[in-house]
Nanobody, 117 residues
Framework: QVQLVESGGGLAQAGDSLMLSCEASGLAFSDYYMTWYRQAVGKERELVAMIIPTGGTTVADAVLGRFFISRDNDKSTVSLKMTNLAPEDAGLYFC???????????WGHGTQVTVSS
């Protein structure tokens, strides 16, 4: 059974940093494209950052230069370092694991990030 468990969310003030982690089990982690998404109240889910099996990364323009994604294949973990947080970064952050043929993959339950101004 595949499981993705996110952690590290919480309450932060504008300008603070948080580190999110997603631990995967039940899958060949190193073969998967790992992506962080977020969803704010009343808004659609949006891609935040992705890291491919070989380590290349893609980061949304809204968080470029502030958020950094990394992976540890030995620990089956993908992390999202979030710096200089802003109120608009608040939301439920989800971890996704997917691979070709891109059938949707697996999702965690999310971790909540709240940012006060």
């Amino acid at each position: 059974q595949v499981q993705l468990v996110e952690s590290g969310g919480g309450l932060a003030q504008a300008g603070d940093s948080l580190m999110l982690s997603c631990e995967a089990s039940g899958l060949a982690f190193s073969d998967y494209y790992m992506t962080w998404y977020r969803q704010a109240v009343g808004k659609e889910r949006e891609l935040v950052a992705m890291i491919i099996p070989t380590g290349g990364t893609t980061v949304a323009d809204a968080v470029l230069g502030r958020f950094f994604i990394s992976r540890d294949n030995d620990k089956s973990t993908v992390s999202l370092k979030m710096t200089n947080l802003a109120p608009e970064d608040a939301g439920l952050y989800f971890c996704n694991a997917d691979q070709p043929p891109w059938a949707g993959g697996y999702w965690g339950h999310g971790t909540q990030v709240t940012v006060s101004s």
